[in-house]
């Protein structure tokens, strides 16, 4: 397999201000061999047509369309349903890719026959400045570290459908992208962490990473309702959860 297809996922909702940055970061990809999902779930703004000014421009930009909000999740499956690659990659709206992103990723994971693969990223402001800090990835990522907490930016990671078959994500309108890639990892066995910054993610007031007992309630319900652990273990869990996440996962941050 020189040449795999890889399928790019992007849910979009009420993105005018940066889709179109998104989508340009894949245009500008080294590696050519890509088809794009742009996923618009119902806005209310110019993001569609913006979508679709795109389209017409490159070929391999295709747009699909939710009749009503439905959340991220749901976006993400309907653009892997419809995904015809050997691969499988994620990129929202408001981040975006470095030029080699995909040639580096496939590469590495066709040498080392892996099922899944992430990578560094960095993260910048709501106006694309960068915060000078730096997201490493950990070299292997095994299923029972990425069940302490996630691991793996969504925006970075990758899976073969040859490997995996699809993986699609739950019908949770947060934090569904760690279940994906908990299921991924369970599957494909460790995920292989590439130290060189491939992506950057912008950081936003809204976001829910931003909000610390929104954020609590979300990864409680992973363990509880998409893992389906019991309310004791799913307690117990997420204390493992907030000394990973607060303490250890820290060391993962390196100042520039």
């Given amino acids: 397999m020189e040449n795999p297809l890889v399928s790019v996922i992007m849910p979009a909702f009420n993105a005018e201000d940066f889709i179109e940055t998104a989508v340009n970061s894949v245009i500008s990809q080294t590696y050519s061999n890509w088809e794009l999902f742009i996923i618009d779930d119902a806005s209310t703004d110019a993001t569609f047509s913006i979508a679709k000014k795109l389209a017409k421009e490159d070929f391999r930009i295709k747009i699909l369309q939710n009749q009503k909000n439905s959340g991220t999740g749901i976006s993400r499956n309907k653009g892997i349903k419809a995904?015809?690659?050997?691969?499988?990659?994620?990129?929202?709206?408001?981040?975006?890719?470095?030029?080699?992103?995909?040639?580096?990723?496939?590469?590495?994971?066709?040498?080392?026959?892996?099922?899944?693969?992430?990578?560094?990223?960095?993260?910048?402001?709501?106006?694309?400045?960068?915060?000078?800090?730096?997201?490493?990835?950990?070299?292997?990522?095994?299923?029972?570290?990425?069940?302490?907490?996630?691991?793996?930016?969504?925006?970075?990671?990758?899976?073969?459908?040859?490997?995996?078959?699809?993986?699609?994500?739950?019908?949770?309108?947060?934090?569904?992208?760690?279940?994906?890639?908990?299921?991924?990892?369970?599957?494909?066995?460790?995920?292989?962490?590439?130290?060189r910054c491939l992506a950057k993610y912008r950081v936003r007031k809204s976001s829910i990473s931003g909000n610390k007992l929104e954020m609590l309630k979300y990864n409680f319900n992973i363990y509880h309702k998409f893992l389906g652990f019991n309310f004791l273990k799913s307690t117990g869990n997420m204390l493992v959860f907030l000394k990973e996440h607060f303490l250890v996962k820290k060391k993962q941050i390196k100042k520039i």
Wanted: glycine share 8%; with cysteine; charged share 25%.
């Fill in 83 to 195: 995904a015809q690659g050997d691969f499988i990659a994620f990129l929202d709206t408001d981040d975006h890719w470095k030029p080699k992103k995909l040639e580096i990723q496939l590469e590495i994971m066709q040498e080392e026959e892996a099922a899944v693969c992430f990578s560094s990223y960095l993260q910048i402001d709501e106006n694309g400045n960068s915060r000078n800090e730096i997201i490493e990835a950990l070299p292997i990522l095994t299923y029972q570290k990425l069940l302490k907490s996630n691991y793996v930016g969504n925006l970075t990671g990758m899976y073969s459908v040859k490997k995996l078959g699809k993986i699609y994500a739950p019908e949770m309108r947060k934090r569904q992208d760690w279940a994906l890639w908990l299921e991924a990892v369970e599957k494909g066995g460790p995920a292989i962490g590439i130290q």
